[in-house]
T-cell receptor
């Protein structure tokens, strides 16, 4: 079945550095990517939605200059946490929506989720 | 490897009915379980979060239960409304997230 991968799975960085998280769709072309984060003991919350080749749409309260999202191709989206601080420590997960390769003309889009990336900022 | 299963895959009910969605998982070593809804073309909306130490959570017409030992969770929706029509996903959090395949709910006016 379709797979979405994230890299790295875990990252520890110093405060003030930038961290890039990659999200790849392996068996299909992802026309839309979603980025979520989950703080400890809190619900998974949507950060932004990005369509291939266009700027991401950020949810209210998410700083677009701090969380840079690039969706340059149909199989790759990246989330860069710039000038990370300890309060950015969280679990980040992406999901990709698209149509499976070889699908019929009438097939509908399906969404698949990555395994997540645990970011710890010291 | 954790496997998350949701039954039924699709459900259609008349407005006003109470309904139950089921989620089962194979590995009971989880931190928490969440229920989400997803509207067509949109991202996930979190409905309820149950920590591994909890047995249920309630929000409005929604009640979610968790039986970790048996690897089961249910989402109960009372007095269903057409606006409840969506896909409902459960996800368990261990070292990573594992999502169920979802239940597509249609509430008929």
């Amino acid at each position: 079945g379709a797979v979405v991968s994230q890299h790295p799975s875990r990252v520890i960085c110093k405060s003030g550095t930038s961290v890039k998280i990659e999200c790849r769709s392996l068996d299909f072309q992802a026309t839309t990517m979603f980025w979520y984060r989950q703080f400890p003991k809190q619900s998974l919350m949507l950060m932004a939605t990005s369509n291939e080749g266009s700027k991401a749409t950020y949810e209210q309260g998410v700083e677009k200059d701090k969380f840079l999202i690039n969706h340059a191709s149909l199989t790759l989206s990246t989330l860069t946490v710039t000038s990370a601080h300890p309060e950015d420590s969280s679990f980040y997960i992406c999901s990709a929506r698209g149509r499976l390769a070889g699908g019929s003309a009438g097939s509908t889009d399906t969404q698949y989720f990555g395994p997540g990336t645990r970011l710890t900022v010291l | 490897k954790q496997e998350v299963t949701q039954i039924p895959a699709a459900l259609s009910v008349p407005e006003g009915e109470n309904l139950v969605l089921n989620c089962s998982f194979t590995d009971s070593a989880i931190y928490n379980l969440q229920w989400f809804r997803q509207d067509p073309g949109k991202g996930l909306t979190s409905l309820l979060l149950i920590q591994s130490s909890q047995r249920e959570q309630t929000s409005g017409r929604l009640n979610a239960s968790l039986d970790k030992s048996s690897g089961r969770s249910t989402l109960y929706i009372a007095a269903s409304q057409p606006g409840d029509s969506a896909t409902y996903l459960c996800a368990v959090r261990g070292n990573q997230f594992y999502f169920g395949t979802g239940t597509s709910l249609t509430v008929i006016p």
